[in-house]
């Protein structure tokens, strides 16, 4: 039998392709958490499902007999236009304060609950757009509220943002993981990439391409013309370090480029992928050691609490 | 019924997915052609199929009863690995008479044919590799023996050579068709490309590759985000003219920087790519007629037949 719990809110990542729940009291303890496969995609994708019936069926244990509604509150996929309502997007530059009163409600039928999804930022002059990430950086902030400079959170669609003046002040998105996964699994570098790994390759590729910025795409074919020009048992660098080496590398030379003097380097993340960028960025003598993101997207959603229910 | 024709020799330009073949006259007239799409790839993958046969075939109708053998002159990936029989590379810098010297002879069964595989080309410094495209640019080198500079091969995989002093210097693969087809079909961007087109974006995407060399990742991802953060009607550039711009732009910016004073550039293909090249090249001030690739094939194979039965 589980201890009935009484959570004050709701914390609620809602991403594409999954989604994350806390229950949360009121001095930021986790009293239970929930996660599901059925992110925005899957509900979008199937009449029978709704955004409000897959939430209550997740915290429908967690629902007391309080008149009060308890508040969910949630960051993500969940207000993007293919979404549970759309919360249009922030322009940056944006404080964690306009994120969290650009929150829409969406009408709910069920009485014990109201909803606060939080809005994605925008970019208009250099276009460039993100869902779920800035509550990230607003968790960030609020642990570092002295930092200055570039805050990375490594994925798919890699993100870059620029912090400071307790200020998201400007990001980039680098398609680095969607590229890296194309091109290892479909291209003919997929004939090129192993299960080998050398750390060491990797750093120099990583070299390589900040030392020759605009060869990025004839550098991707040097992992596969390397093997096919090494002599009888030469060595030839793993592939997948290679390949990760340039692709990374193209990313953080372009980003280290933007630095201004003083500016400090922070990484979101966790697993192998933040690890490369650990190690990439080390490569250029910049520390950062990466920090748990879950963590960190869970303080993002209690300062956009304190501002929708305040 | 056909006229019977009695060439002097045949030219063979057998590629991965497919082969063309052209029955020659000794003053270089053409007195017929053949294709089929019995490639490498093909022949490899079909354990009845030999590369002696379908050669046979192709060129039944034209052999005589001359009891001379008939000279096959060959380029392309007949001569890889998984071909007919490996030609090694050759290394760069490399003369066009120290490719036809590097012709090997499989053993055939048919008395009637004597066949010569051109080797490709190969550079270690910066690992690089060509199979087919040397023996265009020996054609080309035939044609415009004064040329000094930098030629353009497009495709999925583009080559530059640079040519000079009679050599082929040094050479540059670059994976612009490839990643150009992964990213507008199979990644998030394929649902910014569509059908549209509009020159003055390719034109701009092209510029902005030259002056951010760094930034190719994320210049790709501004394709999706400038639609999504275009407001109400706000007229948007065609994604695939944007993509498009954004990787022959990349292409183009490495080149161009390696740019000696004097050089000139020459494009060679047909078609919607080569005219791509044309107007990129053109955005740089660079003026590059495309010439004609097959017709320029023929001119290398038969300077490799004039060395080989020399």
């Known amino acids: 039998m589980t201890k009935k719990i009484f959570p004050s ?27 599901s496969p059925l992110g925005m995609n899957a509900i979008a994708g199937d009449p029978k499902l709704s955004f409000e019936a897959v939430l209550i069926d997740l915290i429908e244990d967690w629902l007391g007999a309080d008149p009060a509604k308890l508040p969910v509150v949630i960051c993500g996929m969940a207000g993007a236009k293919q979404g549970w309502i759309e919360a249009p997007y922030c322009d940056v530059p944006a404080r964690p304060s306009d994120l969290a009163k650009g929150a829409v409600t969406p009408n709910v039928s069920d009485p014990r609950i109201s909803v606060f999804i939080l809005p994605g930022l925008c970019q208009r002059g250099d276009p460039d757009v993100m869902r779920g990430e800035e509550t990230q950086l607003v968790g960030f902030m609020a642990q570092n509220p002295d930092f200055s400079g570039w805050v990375c959170l ?12 307790g200020m998201i002040k400007a990001f980039r998105t680098y398609m680095s993981g969607e590229v890296f996964a194309l091109l290892s699994q479909q291209s003919i570098l997929r004939h090129s990439v192993d299960d ?7 750093a120099d590729a990583v070299r390589t391409a900040s030392e020759q910025p605009t060869a990025f795409l004839h550098s991707l074919f040097t ?27 193209a990313e953080i030379a372009d980003v280290l480029s933007r630095l201004a003097p003083g500016d400090d380097i922070a990484l979101i993340g966790a697993g192998k992928l933040a690890s490369l ?29 304190g501002v929708v229910t305040g």
């Open 9 to 35: 809110w709701i914390a609620v990542d809602w991403g594409t392709s999954n989604l994350r729940l806390w229950a949360m009291d009121d001095t930021a303890n986790i009293l239970g958490s929930a996660e």
């Open 154 to 165: 490594p994925g798919t669609h890699s993100k870059w943002a620029q912090v400071g003046d």
């Open 196 to 202: 080998g790994w050398d750390n060491a390759a990797f």
């Open 223 to 249: 992992v596969r013309a390397g093997a096919l020009v090494a002599k009888g048992d030469a060595s030839v660098a793993p592939g997948a370090a290679v390949l990760s080496g340039t692709v990374i590398g």
């Open 277 to 305: 960028y650990q190690a990439a960025l080390a490569v250029h003598n910049h520390k950062a050691t990466p920090k748990d993101g879950a963590a960190i997207t869970l303080a993002g959603l209690s300062r956009a609490y």
